[in-house]
């Protein structure tokens, strides 16, 4: 798919396994508790999240980690802003979590991510399985340039988590 420069980008997969899912699959070199919580620290997020290059941020990052709790992101771009958020339905620290996800700009367009956070010999199998609310979305996402975007930003990950092991 999306290779880059970061270690184990490579390893990086999107699959569709049915007509409403998106499936996201990458290795990490870290443990799964430094994966886990890159993915739910605000400190750790605003420095990988939707960072695709030089004019790219996350300038709000809001977790309430909990069972109800809210979250909401902000990617700021080179051409404007963009909004996610969404609530937390399941959290099994570290093995997994489960959200809503909604694009601002279409709030009736409610997805739920599933992420598992697997241990591989120290490394971590991250599986993100996203399913939208009909097939004409699930496309819509695809033909968006998501996942060149996530491949970008699970290699900024990549870096973060190599950078929280080595301290």
């Known amino acids: ?3 880059g420069n970061a270690r ?9 396994p049915s007509d409403r899912e998106i499936r996201l699959t990458r290795l990490f070199d ?3 508790r430094l994966v886990f919580d890159a993915m739910t620290k605000p ?3 605003k420095q990988w999240w ?6 790219y941020s996350t300038p709000v990052c809001e977790i309430d980690l909990r069972v109800g709790g809210r979250w909401r992101f902000v990617n700021r771009h ?3 802003e963009v909004a996610f958020y969404g609530e937390y339905r399941e959290i099994t620290p570290p093995s997994r979590i489960v959200f809503t996800e909604i694009f601002e700009q279409f709030p009736d367009s409610v997805s739920v991510v599933t992420t598992d956070f697997i241990d ?4 971590t199998r991250l599986t993100a399985t996203v ?6 979305v699930r496309d819509m996402v695809l033909g968006s340039g998501m996942a060149r975007g996530a491949g970008i930003s699970y290699d900024r990950l990549e870096d973060l988590v190599a950078e929280l092991h080595r301290s």
């Open 1 to 3: 798919m999306v290779a």
């Open 8 to 16: 184990n980008s490579d390893s990086f997969e999107v699959t569709t």
């Open 30 to 32: 870290a443990p799964r």
């Open 43 to 45: 400190e750790h997020v």
């Open 50 to 55: 939707g960072r695709l290059g030089e004019g």
């Open 78 to 80: 080179p051409k404007g």
């Open 120 to 123: 591989e010999d120290g490394k």
């Open 131 to 136: 399913r939208y609310p009909s097939p004409e």
